[in-house]
């Protein structure tokens, strides 16, 4: 059994064994291939939703690399994390347009409505809460992203409204 699918849920319910025979699978494959750490690590985060340490070491092991190169890749690109992620990410703007239009009240709210702060991951790990710097939508600001869908002049009495369309 394999998995490589950009941001696959099939594995949210199979077994942590399941998981350990799908990574060790993985990492036959790209044993000894040629700058195949990335992609061992997208897989498997694909696979457990995120890189705990314990993924990290068994990646480590069966790739035969230092834990510390493993670990140094996974904190370095922000697109791998170490902490179990929501369903959705919301990504608010804090780029200079929509930063002077209202972006930080985007936040503020979001911040109540979700009850974590940014980089936080809500109890029912539904969302998990991100700034960016520009997304783009400058001449609409303040913008925000929940995964790829852009919400433009967004404010904050449009969140409620914004995050109830996720729990449908
Ligand atoms: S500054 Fe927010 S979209 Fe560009």
């Known amino acids: 059994m394999s998995c490589e699918l950009e941001n696959c849920q099939c594995c949210s319910e199979i077994s942590d064994q399941q998981k350990l025979e799908m990574i060790s699978e993985v990492i036959e494959k790209y044993k000894n291939k040629e700058g195949s750490l990335i992609q061992v690590l997208h897989i498997a985060q694909n696979i ?55 972006g930080k009240k985007i936040v503020d709210r979001l911040e109540e409505l979700l009850g974590v702060t940014v980089g936080g991951t809500t109890k029912d790990r539904k969302f998990t809460f991100e700034v960016a710097r520009c997304i783009g939508a400058c001449g609409l600001a303040p913008a925000m992203m929940i995964d790829d869908v852009v919400y433009k002049q967004v404010n904050a009495d449009k969140l409620e409204a914004i995050l109830a369309k996720y729990y449908k």
Not at 72 to 85: A, D, I, K
Not at 87 to 93: A, F, K
């Open 48 to 102: 457990y939703g995120y890189l705990p340490l314990e993924v990290q070491k068994i990646i480590a092991d069966g790739l035969d690399k230092p834990l510390s190169e493993v670990s140094g890749v996974v904190t370095f690109y922000s697109f791998f994390s170490t902490e179990p992620r929501g369903e959705h990410t919301i990504r608010v703007c804090l780029g200079t347009a929509c930063y002077v239009r209202g």
